[in-house]
């Protein structure tokens, strides 16, 4: 009764991860190609904050530069999901106050190129939070298939193997306990008939 209540709950074990793994595998797919969208967007968004970064040198030199930097570090904000247990992140938002302190009047290139790299820090976030999403589905995954062959490979066959051999062990102690139990009554007939015998052969 011990190996039937174990392989049931095996065999539910493994019903549960297998289960698990459907409902990963298309949310991994859906978060790889979230990823990929942000990458190409981060890619974008960095090489036109690169061109205004290069036309705010060229027009006020390193200085203008050091003059627009934020009055605040940038804040981010990052969203969690939840499937089948695992917690991953389903998104990030940059939160930001002030861009700049203040604008060279000078240097017309500052506020578009203090937005390019706000835009580009903003999908970078996006990306980060994208790809750690992945990262974690994918150990998720892994882990949850390592178990499947724990059981498929090892677990599940060694508790039908032990079941069958203490079945087995019944069976035989069954045939035996038969075999004894049919001498017995052979040999318990012998004697009444023995004894009916003497019985019948007194003068």
């Known amino acids: 009764m011990w190996l039937h209540r174990r392989i049931d709950a095996a065999e539910r074990g493994r019903d549960q991860l297998d289960r698990k793994l459907r409902i990963l595998l298309p949310e991994l797919q859906r978060r790889r190609l979230q990823a990929d969208r942000f990458d190409r967007e981060w890619t974008e968004a960095c090489a036109a904050a690169r061109t205004w970064l290069l036309r705010v040198v060229l027009l006020g030199g390193e200085d203008a530069v050091a003059g627009a930097t934020a009055v605040a570090p940038a804040r981010v904000e990052v969203t969690w999901a939840s499937t089948m247990g695992l917690g991953y992140p389903s998104g990030a938002e ?3 106050g002030e ?3 203040s604008v060279p009047p000078a240097n017309a290139a500052v506020v578009p190129a203090a937005h390019a790299h706000q835009e580009a820090l903003r999908v970078g976030v996006r990306s980060a939070a994208a790809h ?3 990262r974690r589905v994918e150990a998720e995954i892994a882990i949850t298939r390592r178990r499947m062959r724990a059981l498929d490979r090892r677990w599940i066959p060694w508790l039908h193997a032990s079941l069958a051999e203490r079945e087995a062990g019944l069976e035989q102690a ?6 004894r139990l049919r001498r017995a009554a052979a040999a318990e007939d012998r004697g009444r008939e023995d004894r009916s015998g003497s019985r019948g052969a007194r003068p």
């Open 174 to 179: 069954e045939r035996e306990d038969g075999v």
């Open 132 to 134: 750690e999403a992945v």
């Open 94 to 96: 940059l939160l930001t």
């Open 99 to 101: 861009l700049t302190r």
